[in-house]
């Protein structure tokens, strides 16, 4: 298994010439899981593309580092709002497509191991039109563990369920992503308080690090100071959207 | 089954109909002989028209398959090279904007009377819609899943082996269905133009000896092989769309 490392993210970034916020100063702690708020279409999810080198139509000014001086490529595994499941794949085969995608040799049996572990092993041979959301987007868990990142940039990937579904996938990947660096968008703050270890808060007027409520992740969900803290944020996200 | 009970039904009233013309306006037979009349010829050449129809059936199902393979490559190529987009695509589009009917009696000075030039006529004609429905396709791969294949580091080969062209595949369903309506009148128009072969051959044989029943018969064999290519390219895409549909 890999090591753990922390990004810094230094510098501000723009779209055609538009500012898309204030510089900024980011240090995103290795292996903790740090949850990136904010108002929508402030940039939230260009930040996540530029830290995994997709977002080419992005002028970004400034650095962005790895804690150990190696460069990011190759060290990172994205999860996005929709599953992207293959309709044509099976779920083992949609599991293993890092591995054929690099021309690897596809192991099935530790894909077969995790399916087990997320309790999909009787879908390994079902397409993803014959399973529901949830189970679908613990599918994308599993391939996003298959690859074995020290880094996971997750955007929204939990948004699109139902209240219940989501606070089960929320626990699933806590447990299974510990000890790797995650980077969490999300628009809920219900999400980041009981998730962040970290939370940051981006919005036109650069990014704000909140205060975290007490207690190891996942916090749950009736625990006082969570709920407090969720309540906080979402007082400030809406101070911050007007 | 319910298809082939439609069309039994719809065939059965454009018989009814035919032939209530023909007794009604009381029409020679050399204008528009009977249903029955036609059936009769039908059965007593079976083996002149079975010989001519396997003659045309061959250049469709060549003339398909050869254009679908060549329009399918064709649409891998552009999307996987600029240059071969910046070049090769405006002369794609221009050479649509020749009939392909026109050219066809050159391919009969070149190629002669047998297949060869009717199967350069359907290949023509259903190249460019495959070619072009694929392309389309291949060029919309949902970002979403190119942006994984790329933080996943997929090598370039792999990335459209494995989520570009599957992800298309229903847009060329869409390209061989046109492609299988076209590819019969191809080989019809080649036929027309010069053979010593085929249905199309007959029917103007027929024609020019006011033998208009036997030109009914091969029409109606032309009309099933149609059909039955129709259907079985149908069921085929069906099962593409099926899979690879988001």
Same mark, same amino acid.
């Given at each position: 298994m890999s090591t753990s490392v922390g990004i810094h993210i230094k510098g501000s970034a723009s779209i055609a010439g538009k500012q898309l916020f204030e510089p900024l100063n980011m240090h995103i702690k290795a292996g903790q899981w740090s949850c990136l708020l904010g108002p929508? @279409?402030?940039g939230k999810s260009t930040l996540l593309y530029l830290l995994s080198d997709l977002a080419s139509h992005v002028n970004f000014d400034g650095t962005i580092v790895a804690d150990d001086g190696l460069?990011? &490529? @190759?060290r990172i595994s994205y999860m996005a709002?929709?599953?992207?499941?293959?309709?044509?794949?099976s779920i083992l085969d949609n599991t293993l497509i890092g591995q054929r995608l690099r021309g690897d040799k596809p192991d099935i049996d530790k894909a077969e191991k995790l399916l087990a572990g997320l309790g999909l092993s009787e879908h390994?041979? $079902? $397409?993803?039109?014959?399973? %529901?959301g949830g189970q679908r987007q613990r599918v994308a868990l599993a391939r996003t563990l298959m690859e074995e990142k020290e880094i996971v940039l997750l955007d929204?990937?939990? %948004? &699109?369920?139902?209240a219940r579904t989501r606070a089960d996938m929320q626990e699933l990947s806590a447990q299974w992503l510990e000890g790797k660096t995650v980077l969490h968008v999300t628009h809920d703050p219900a999400e980041a308080a009981r998730l962040g270890e970290q939370i940051f808060l981006l919005s036109e007027s650069g990014l704000r690090q909140m205060e975290v409520p007490t @207690? &190891?992740?996942?916090?749950?969900?009736?625990?006082p100071d969570t709920l407090a803290c969720q309540g906080q944020l979402l007082k400030i996200l809406r101070e911050v959207d007007s | 089954m319910k298809y082939f009970f439609r069309i039994l039904i719809s065939a059965l009233l454009i018989i009814l109909a035919w032939q209530a013309l023909v007794t009604f306006a009381d029409l020679p037979h050399f204008i528009l002989p009977s249903p029955f009349k036609v059936v009769d010829t039908l059965w007593e050449l079976r083996e002149l028209i079975a010989s001519h129809a396997l003659v045309t059936a061959i250049e469709i199902l060549l003339g398909l398959l050869i254009g679908t393979v060549l329009g399918g490559l064709t649409a891998i190529w552009l999307a996987r090279s600029k240059i071969a987009r910046y070049l090769v695509k405006p002369v794609l589009v221009l050479t649509q904007?020749?009939?392909v009917f026109a050219l066809a009696p050159l391919f009969t000075l070149w190629l002669?009377?047998?297949m060869e030039s009717k199967i350069l006529v359907a290949v023509l004609i259903i190249y460019f819609p495959v070619a072009s429905a694929f392309f389309d396709g291949l060029m919309q791969t949902p970002k979403g899943w190119l942006d994984l294949g790329k933080v996943m580091g997929a090598a370039p080969r792999q990335l459209q082996w494995r989520i570009q062209i599957p992800a298309a595949l229903p847009s060329f369903a869409s390209g061989l269905r046109l492609a299988a309506v076209y590819a019969p009148i191809g080989a019809i128009i080649g036929e027309w133009v010069?053979?010593?072969?085929?249905l199309g051959y007959l029917m103007l044989l027929a024609n020019g000896r006011a033998k208009i029943d036997l030109m009914f018969a091969a029409l109606l064999v032309l009309a099933v092989m149609t059909l039955l290519l129709h259907y079985a390219v149908g069921k085929f895409c069906d099962v593409l769309v099926k899979k690879y549909k988001q």
């Open positions: 929508s @279409g402030v460069p990011l &490529a @190759g709002q929709t599953d992207l499941l293959m309709p044509w794949l390994s041979k $079902h $397409h993803p039109s014959q399973l %529901s929204e990937p939990f %948004s &699109a369920l139902d @207690g &190891a992740i996942v916090r749950p969900v009736d625990d | 904007a020749l009939p002669g009377y047998g010069g053979a010593s072969e085929g």
